[in-house]
């Protein structure tokens, strides 16, 4: 099992661009997530969803949309990027259950210029 | 609403010290409580987690009790090593969604 997958690993665009992150699972989990890692902010949640075909907005969605059209797949869209979307993505899965864990990927560094 | 607090780093310690990493949480009911790793380069990965009251996570050697009275979850091990450096996070688990709140992160680096 490959677990949590990202593409790319990492990316620059210029202010204005626009570009998909794809998150992919092998775990058939039904829930899953995309965050922002800033230093000293901690991870903050984007979107995620809990179930193919639904998403939902998290703490920080402004500037991001989300779509969820296969369960394995998660697609964290930048339409028109900025500056202060320069950060390390992380994308997470997990599965039903009270406590369950979730599982994560390696990231991706965006740089915007 | 609900937050997580983590003591600030870096923490800079010689191996085989004692280390101790705070955390405090704010939440409305009972959650479960969580502490993730993130070594270099690496996404996060869970260490530990409590779901109630006086439970105690454990693994790798490291600890962490559920404290209600005191809404802590304190990050504990014995003797630390080389290889521990890395960051750690506290998190909160949100049941909606099975949301995790997060706190800002401590980097702990672990000195031979």
């Known amino acids: 099992n490959a677990g949590v997958t990202q593409t790319p690993k990492f990316r620059v665009l210029k202010t204005g661009q626009s570009m998909t992150l794809l998150c992919a699972q092998d775990?058939?989990?039904?829930?899953m997530y995309w965050y922002r890692q800033d230093p000293g902010m901690g991870l903050r949640l984007i979107h995620y969803?809990?179930?193919?075909?639904?998403?939902a907005k998290g703490e920080v969605p402004d500037g991001y949309n989300v779509s969820r059209l296969k369960k394995q797949n998660f697609l964290l869209g930048l339409e028109s990027a900025a500056p202060s979307q320069t950060s390390v993505y992380f994308c997470?899965?997990?599965?039903?259950?009270?406590?369950?864990?979730?599982?994560f990927g390696p990231g991706t560094r965006l740089t915007v210029l | 609403g609900n937050s997580v607090t983590q003591m600030e780093g870096p923490v800079t310690l010689s191996e085989e010290a004692f280390l101790t990493i705070n955390c405090t949480y704010t939440?409305?009911?009972?959650?479960?409580l969580f502490w993730y790793v993130q070594y270099p380069g690496e996404g996060l990965q869970l260490l530990l987690k409590?779901?109630?009251?006086?439970d105690k996570g454990s693994n790798k050697g490291f600890e962490a009790t559920y404290r209600k009275e005191t809404t802590s979850f304190h990050l504990e091990k014995g003797s630390v090593q080389v290889s521990d450096s890395a960051v750690y996070f506290c998190?909160?688990?949100?049941?909606?969604?099975?949301?995790?709140?997060f706190g800002q992160g401590t980097e702990l680096s672990v000195k031979p």
């Open positions: 775990m058939n989990h039904e829930y």
């Open positions: 998190a909160l688990l949100y049941n909606q969604g099975g949301k995790l709140i």
């Open positions: 969803s809990v179930g193919e075909g639904t998403t």
């Open positions: 939440a409305t009911g009972y959650p479960s």
């Open positions: 409590a779901t109630k009251a006086d």
């Open positions: 997470a899965s997990r599965t039903q259950g009270r406590d369950n864990e979730q599982f």
